[in-house]
């Protein structure tokens, strides 16, 4: 991943939620679907990758393409994500 991109992510209750949201994505803005994942009993996280205004698009079109057909749980957008791997630990050092 560049350094200047950032990760969105939209959380669905259900499969076809979730499908409507990531295809909303991809047609909202310049991503690129990283991961779909099962993250709890019917409870499914599309993340996208992208620039910061692209994946702030994405999250927005894949929110209301998710509530309209389905079940919209949550959303997050995360600018400039680290890539360098660090304990997330009081001890670590930086």
Sequence with gaps: MA???ALGFVETRGLV???????AMVKAARVRIKT???ADAALI???CEGDL????AAVDAGKA????VG?????????GPTTTPRRWSPTAST
């Design 45 to 47: 996280s599309v993340i």
């Design 17 to 23: 939620a979730a499908i409507e949201a990531a295809d």
């Design 3 to 5: 350094e200047n991109e």
């Design 36 to 38: 779909v994942g099962n």
């Design 71 to 79: 079940d919209f749980v949550g959303s997050n957008l995360i600018p």
């Design 65 to 68: 393409a998710a509530a309209r």
């Design 53 to 56: 205004a692209a994946c702030a």
